[in-house]
């Protein structure tokens, strides 16, 4: 079993910054690509972020230069953090991994989101 334990989130004003942190804890061989999505009500959900084993990223172009993907393969943690943020980035955000698991192979897991409030 794999666990993506997410913590990070909570109410900021527009022009804030907030760190989100997932943790990724089971029988896990390895780790290739992780991610962040979002969900804001009503809305699909969509790729914020994403970076691969090698440490490429990619954004979507709504965060672009203000958003940060980082991870740390030491602690299978992926990180996100989230400057200048706006009312528009308010949604439920989940962690996302590819990943080798025991008894299981290579599939991909979700956290249980984490929400994110922008508002004055």
């Known amino acids: 079993q794999v666990q993506l334990v997410e913590s990070g989130g909570g109410l900021v004003q527009p022009g804030g910054s907030l760190r989100l942190s997932c943790a990724a804890s089971?029988?896990?061989?390895?780790?290739?690509?992780m991610g962040w999505y979002r969900q804001a009500p009503g809305k699909q959900r969509e790729l914020v972020a994403a970076?691969?084993?090698?440490?490429?990223?990619n954004y979507a172009d709504s965060v672009k230069g203000r958003f940060t993907i980082s991870r740390d393969n030491a602690k299978n943690t992926v990180y996100l953090q989230m400057n200048s943020l706006k009312p528009e980035d308010t949604a439920v955000y989940y962690c996302?991994?590819?990943?080798?698991?025991?008894?299981?192979?290579?599939?991909?897991?979700w956290g249980q989101g984490t929400q994110v409030t922008v508002s004055s």
């Open positions: 996302n991994i590819w990943a080798v698991v025991a008894a299981r192979g290579y599939g991909d897991y």
């Open positions: 970076i691969t084993g090698g440490g490429s990223t």
């Open positions: 089971g029988s896990i061989f390895s780790i290739n690509a």
